[in-house]
């Protein structure tokens, strides 16, 4: 089973940018398709970009194409956002699979998140 560890959340400004980053402690995600998801309490999870272990190709949630950005980096996954709003505090997490579902059901590895806050 693959065990995903989120880091990199905190207090972001407004304006500013995000930086996220996806292990599996000791193990590559080198041949995993690797999702970032988020959540506010309440609320349905919501899906922002994947990398397909194909290629990898990504794929962008539509209300993210233009800010979100997902790479691979060493073995990790980094999502990197910018023009953070408050509307982004959340807890994100990152999901690993076979290739990239459209569901966030059809992730069966996922990490426990980090949160992310963002604010003045």
């Known amino acids: 089973q693959v065990q995903l560890v989120e880091s990199g959340g905190g207090l972001v400004q407004p304006g500013g940018s995000l930086r996220l980053s996806c292990e599996w402690p000791?193990?590559?995600?080198?041949?995993?398709?690797v999702a970032w998801f988020r959540q506010v309490s309440g609320q349905e999870r919501e899906g922002i970009v994947c990398?397909?272990?194909?290629?990898?190709e990504i794929f962008h949630v539509d209300s993210f194409k233009t800010r979100a950005t997902i790479s691979r980096n060493n073995g990790k996954v980094d999502l990197q956002m910018n023009g953070m709003k408050a509307d982004d505090t959340a807890v994100y997490r990152c999901?690993?699979?076979?290739?990239?579902?459209?569901?966030?059901?059809?992730?069966?590895?996922w990490g426990r998140g980090t949160q992310v806050s963002v604010s003045a």
């Open positions: 000791g193990f590559s995600l080198k041949t995993y398709s």
């Open positions: 999901a690993a699979a076979d290739r990239c579902y459209s569901d966030y059901r059809g992730f069966s590895d």
């Open positions: 990398i397909s272990s194909r290629n990898d």
